[in-house]
């Protein structure tokens, strides 16, 4: 597949899930490529009258709603989301478990998606996998503080090669909540749940991006079409 596909079958995602959105709805607006059209679409609703308020998973976010005209609200206003719609990095067939956090948002991400009363997960057919951990590694937020005994930790776990993500410049990537990201390549993960409590445990991990049990629907656009998952 192209770039090019690809790009299609992202936007194509994005466009269904933001046409379920509905006037009077609290919006929680997603981070990355594909959650960047879904905020593109949503715009061109708000244009022609749709009455939302969005609530952004990142400072990218932000900016790219307040571009599109979208109006944000936070939760000292609203403490429930009607419809948080994301991307994904890699998503379980069947148990729509996903790992998330490539764009480093996580943290907002899941604060958002447990707030929603529906999460919907928009993605191209390069993300489904059997098991999690196929193809990308588990980023997980840490304060900075003793990162290098959390990175043991999480060694421990079965995280291989643990070391802080780099932006692009080569710099320590810092999170918009000013924090550090290790990716943990653990492979193919057999009981993420397991994992998941493993992680929770360690002192200094702030959150970890298995997304488990939280997506209601999974929108697979390929060239077939779009296919939901429930
Ligand atoms: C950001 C995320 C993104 O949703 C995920 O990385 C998918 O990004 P893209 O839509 O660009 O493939 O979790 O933290």
Known sequence: MTVSDMSVH???????????????????LGTGSTAAYMIERLGERVAEGLEIFGIPT??????KAIKAGIPLTDFSAHRRIDIA????????RGSLNLIK???????REKIVAQAAKRFVVIVDGTKPVDLLGERAPVPVEVISFGWECTAERLAACGARGVKPRADRAGSLFVTDTGNMIL???FGPIENPEDLAEKIDRIVGVVEHGMFLNMASDV?????EGVERWE
């Open 58 to 63: 990142s400072d990218d976010s932000e900016d």
């Open 219 to 223: 929108l697979v656009a390929t060239t």
């Open 101 to 107: 956090g490539l764009g480093g948002a996580l943290l």
């Open 10 to 28: 992202k936007r194509t995602a994005a466009r269904e899930a933001a046409d379920m959105v509905k006037s009077g709805m609290v919006v929680g």
């Open 85 to 92: 719609i994301d991307g994904a990095d890699e998503v379980q």
């Open 183 to 185: 990716d943990c390549h």
